[in-house]
């Protein structure tokens, strides 16, 4: 079993920043991949970003590029969520999973993991 827990999210305005942390504890030793999903209301979850232990390579939804940047510490079991420039269409529901499976970072069925989520509000 793998717990995530995360933090950081909150309200914001267009424009401004926050910086998401995960950090994963139990059997994190057999942790292939630490992403991180939204969900906004009506939508189904995405893909946003994540760190394959296996290699370090770091994956970014192309649409969030530039804006969002992904890290994490592997040693620490933690992974972080870096968003600056946010805007409202932003607005969801944030996830950290954890995948121990190989398998593509980007598909939501890879991860066997899931933490309870944190509330990313952007006003306009």
């Known amino acids: 079993q793998v717990q995530l827990v995360e933090s950081g999210g909150g309200l914001v305005q267009t424009g401004g920043s926050l910086r998401l942390s995960c950090a994963a504890s139990?059997?994190?030793?057999?942790?292939?991949?630490l992403g991180w999903f939204r969900q906004a209301p009506g939508k189904e979850r995405e893909f946003v970003a994540a760190?394959?232990?296996?290699?370090?390579?770091?994956f970014v939804k192309r649409s969030v590029q530039g804006r969002f940047t992904v890290s994490g510490d592997k040693a620490k079991n933690l992974v972080e969520l870096q968003m600056n420039s946010l805007k409202p269409e932003d607005t969801a529901v944030y996830y950290c999973?954890?995948?121990?499976?190989?398998?593509?970072?980007?598909?939501?069925?890879?991860?066997?993991?899931w933490g309870q989520g944190t509330q990313v509000t952007v006003s306009s």
């Open positions: 999973a954890a995948a121990t499976r190989f398998g593509s970072v980007v598909l939501s069925n890879s991860y066997e993991y």
């Open positions: 139990g059997r994190t030793f057999s942790t292939y991949a």
């Open positions: 760190i394959r232990w296996r290699d370090a390579n770091s």
